[in-house]
Every structure is written in C-alpha cells, then in structure tokens.
C-alpha cells in the first residue's frame, strides 16, 4: 500500500470500559465548604423519587474522566477529521461561525418560557428563516418545529390526512417509489395508510404512465424523493404531478437531497404541495450523533391551516406565536424546535446568499459527476447517466472474484475513508452510494478515486485481503450478525 494515505499507523491508545477504572474514594470534582446545615434528602422528597446507589459505580479524579473521554473521541470518525461520502447523507462541513453565532448568550441561555417580548430577537430569527426557506422552496408556509426528517415526513403527511378529512375522505392509500428514502413508508404507515410501491422505469426515474396506472380516489399522496436515492433528477416530476391532482391527490417531496437543488429551482414550483428540509443536511447544521437536528416542513397555501402550532407571525414590529389554529395538527415537537439549530441555518444562509447557495449546489453536482466518470472504469454503473448529487455504483465487478460491497467498504477504512452508504438505494443490488458535497476540493476526491481504483485491483488478485479487512482500525471485522442477534446492551460487573 501506498505511504499517502490518509489512514496510516500511528499512536493509537487503547481504553477500557469506564466501569474497569479508577478506585474507592476518587473524585473528579472540589466543592467550597458546606456553609448550612446538611440535609437529608430523604427529608425532602420522597423515597421513590431518590436514586439509589449504583454497585460498582466508578469513582475518578478529573484527569482520568478527561482522558477516558478524550481517547475515545480519538476513535471517532468525523466531517472534521476527513472525507464522508454517505450516500443520500449529505455529511457536508459545518462552518465553525455557525457554531459561534448559536452559543452567543442570547440565543444559548434563552429560555424557551420566556415571554414573547424578552424573546423578540429568538422570534425574528424564527419568522426569517420562514421566509427564507420558503424562498429557497417555493413553499408559502413553513413550520420549524420537527426534529428530523423523518419527524418532517410524518407530520406532513399528517398535515395530508387532516386536508383530506376535512373535504370528506382521509383516503387509503399512498404511493411510494422504490427509489424513495427508507422512512417514507413508515410515515405513511403511522398515519394509517396502505403503502403502494411504484417501480422506477430504465432510466432510475419515475415514469408519468405509471403513476397514471396506480392513481386512483382513494391515492392519499405520492411521496416522492427529488433527486432521488440514485442521484437522479425525476425528470417527469410536474407531469406526475398533474396526474396526481387530477385524482384529487397531494405530492410529499422529501427534501433530504435539496443540497443538489437550492439556489438553481424551486420544489415548489414542480407541483409539491409538501416538502420538508434536512437542516443538518442541506443548511450545514451538525449531523448525525444522535441529533439535535431539525426537519422543517414547507406547505403550500391550501394546507397552510394545518400547520403545527404554534406558528410565528408579525404584528407591525412585533412577533408572536399564534396558537389560534383550529384545524392544526397540534404540537409535533415540545416548545418551538430545536433553535439551535435553527440559528446555525439561519447563519449558514446569511452567510452564503442566494448566490454562494447556488454555487453550493453546483460544486457539489460537479464533485458527484467527476467520481462518477473516474469511477466507472473500475465499478460497475447501473444508472449511466448524468447524475445530481450522488452516484450510485455496484460490486458486480468484484462479485465474481468473491468480494462484496461490505468488503470495499470494510478495506477503505484501511486507506483512512470512511466508507460510504452500501446496499441502499435496494434498486441496485451491491449497491455503494457516494456523495461528495460541494465541501471537498478535487485533491481529495482524487485521492479517494485512487483508492478505489487500488481496491479494485486488489479484488482481482488478493481477494482475500478485502475479505477479511479492515487490517489498521482499532478494532477488526465485527461479526456483525451476533452483534444484531445478540447485542450487549447492559455492562454487568
């Protein structure tokens, strides 16, 4: 192997279970002398509400808390430690003034039951990022209450639902490509539908016959995915879109890849009457790590009424929140979302205009297309045609030397990569998904592209060596079916 990757050897240092560590009677903190009388908190609360000791419970002084956490956060793999190439993840960099604009006091320490007129600033902020993400959509309203995508998805298919009572017929079904995100049907299936799969035609698209053929009256909504999981634009989009309202039915777009098409056209003007927005995907928020994220949803004006509560409105220089909404949807997230996230956003596109988030989009259409072109020598590529942000390629190559995508993916760590999506979208069997971003320069994806140029070399002849990567990570190949079917979730002394 080449010595100019980014993964080479270095001063790795191992770290037991926090549990096997420290000894009786260290502590990692100093407290000022108690200066009133001690208490029992027994005397206080009741018994039930008091936490029992924990056996076995470690006891540490400072110095070996920090170096604990510290050498695993040097396990950890991150945007800011290299290259992500998550399919469909959009795993971007999150620019550091972002990061500062969110923990200025004013907005860190607000507290979410303040009055509205000491949180005026909190309240604007809310209300223009509204507009702006309705801008960038298309949309007329937008609330930013859900949490995530998927929390996005469900409350807009709510929102669905709710119209489609009120005109007398909640309807049964909804379609859902099988080039769709793997949450669109759990959403639909939360709000009592049945899920209808729609085949992707020989181009990855959606073709407007087809949807024809499965729309009827009792087609709720067709949730589409736009670009969709094969990096590809749904050309036909506002034909389907005719079809669909003609039976009386609604377009969800799931806007987790919007990152392809801000600043250079509007979802909103392709006939969606839904769409919701990955903050920490499309507007360089964190992402990943077990939140917070934020998954606005945009709303055209005839579900506007349905809207989550409250929603953020203006009276002269005033804002408010307005809770006097009779046919919302009640309250999707507690308090108003998680504004810290909505600063970061907020930040994000202030910082960039209309015109740094077009440029955004089309770097990183640039950056999808370039591996896809240097790539498809070495891998097979089921879709060949120009795609948006991702591409989509497969291990039928390697399959026949006895090497999966699991195995690609497993021997770039060793090259210090983190590997992308695999075996997703399941249109493509083997499939490896690769997003670049706009955030990547082309050193790196050339380095990348050099990499899986040498696994695919190695495929032909030293198979096993993929088979059994990767060889230089703190830990070997997992069995990863024990793990599934027997996962130790309790540490037990």
Known sequence: MKENWPGACGLVLDEPLIFEKGAKGRKGYSLARLDVEEVNPENIWPRKLIRQDLDGFPEMSEVEVVRHFTRLSQWNYGVDSGFYPLGSCTMKYNPKVNEDLARLPGFARAHPYLPEEMSQGALRLMYELEKFLCQISGMDRVTLQPAAGAQGELAGMLMIRACLSDRGNPRKKVLVPDTAH????ASSSLCGYQVVQVKSNERGVLSPKTIEEKMDEEVAALMITNPNTLGLFEEHICQIAEVVHRKGGQIYCDGANLNALMGLTRVGDMGVDVLHFNLHKTFSTPHGGGGPGAGPVGVKAHLADYLPVPIINQDGERFYFDYDRSKSIGKIKSFYGNFGILVRAYAYILSMGAEGLKRASLVALLNANYLRVKLKDFYHLPYDFPCLHECVFSDRLQSQYGVTALDIAKRLMDYGFHPPTIYFPLVVH???MIEPTESESRETL????????????????????????????????????????KPRLRWKP
């Open 182 to 185: 793997g949450t669109n049907p």
């Open 446 to 485: 050339d380095q990348f592209i050099a990499a899986m140029a040498q696994i695919a070399g190695e495929a032909r002849t030293e198979p096993g060596l993929l088979q059994n990567a990767p060889h230089k990570t703190k830990v070997s190949r997992l069995d990863e079916v024990l793990a599934n079917r």
């Open 430 to 432: 083997g499939a490896m």
